[in-house]
């Protein structure tokens, strides 16, 4: 028989049960919260304490939780219990390293949306934006709100009803049926890693423990290339600063690349840097991005 080593929740701390419950409870799907305050300010977050509980009345249900480092709560919540109405975008591969960004720990008032790079797309009965780029996308009005605590790391149940929702068209089969190798959804599992339902695990770096430039600080002769796709924008946008001009004249020299960089089309040197994206040397794709 398996030895087993077995926990009271009150033997660990709230950072360590959150640990465990998130690395063995999984894979989770991930409610991409689109919310605006009272001001019409647009807020955007994932949360992958998320399902969907009923079909008539159709219904989801997530949970922004209270931080467990300070105890405070999201953006998202506090735009819930204002407004009553969230959008739940559905993530899936294309999009997941910019879904990733937007949880970054951005100052109030920062949107998301131009963060990481996503389309914001106004809603047809609600007030919160849908993310263009999302395969489908769920307006809800929010039905209830539950707090399960009042200290750090417990949930708060936001109680959704879907008023509307917008599915890729290539998606659907004649009978209404979602393709499931074409949505080619994504889940949440525990540290940095994720599941892909086609492919199986993949690891994404936690943009939370730094403040990323953001895709919107990305140039825009980089952001028009015909190579470099929203992920791996996403990938350069999580970074918290440039290489310096010394760094890159250092990393060219080093890597002997002044005549592929002479000689060589946009085409080839982002090909190149989306290489290095591939292998998560993201620095080294912004120095042969911003040599060019």
């Known amino acids: 028989m398996t030895k087993m080593k077995s926990f009271s929740p009150s033997d660990l701390s709230t950072p360590e049960l959150h640990g465990i419950m998130l690395g063995s409870i999984g894979p989770r799907p991930i409610a991409f919260a689109s919310t605006v305050d009272e001001n019409g300010q647009p807020n955007l977050s994932p949360f992958s304490f998320f399902n969907v509980f009923g079909a008539n009345p159709p219904i989801m ?7 467990v480092r300070n105890n405070t709560t999201k953006h998202t919540l506090e735009n819930c219990k204002i407004t009553k109405e969230v959008v739940i975008n559905i993530v899936n591969y294309a999009i997941v390293q910019q879904m990733s960004l937007s949880s970054t720990e951005y100052a109030e008032g920062v949107n998301e949306f131009e963060k990481s790079g996503l389309t914001a797309v106004k809603s047809d009965l609600i007030k919160p934006f849908r993310v263009a780029e999302s395969p489908v996308q769920y307006e809800c009005k929010v039905n209830e709100i539950i707090e399960l605590g009042k200290e750090g790391g417990s949930g708060n149940l936001i109680i959704c009803e879907v008023v509307k929702l917008h599915v890729q ?43 990323g430039i953001g895709v919107d ?44 960089l002479d000689e ?29």
């Open 61 to 67: 249900v997530f949970s922004p939780a209270r931080r």
């Open 217 to 260: 600080e990305i140039p825009n002769y980089i952001k028009e290339s015909k190579i470099l796709t929203g992920n791996d924008f996403g990938k350069l946008g999580n970074v918290e600063k440039l290489p310096s001009h010394e760094e890159i004249k250092k990393f060219i020299e080093e890597k002997d690349l002044k005549v592929f």
């Open 169 to 211: 068209e290539d998606l659907l089969n004649a009978d209404l049926k979602i393709d499931q190798s074409k949505i080619d959804l994504v889940s949440r599992m525990g540290g940095n890693w994720y599941s892909r339902a086609k492919e199986g695990l993949f690891e994404v770096e936690k943009p939370v423990k730094k403040l």
């Open 264 to 292: 060589s089309t946009d085409h080839k040197v982002h090909l190149v840097a989306q290489e290095y994206l591939n292998e998560n040397r993201v620095l080294d794709a912004w120095k042969i991005l911003l040599a060019k």
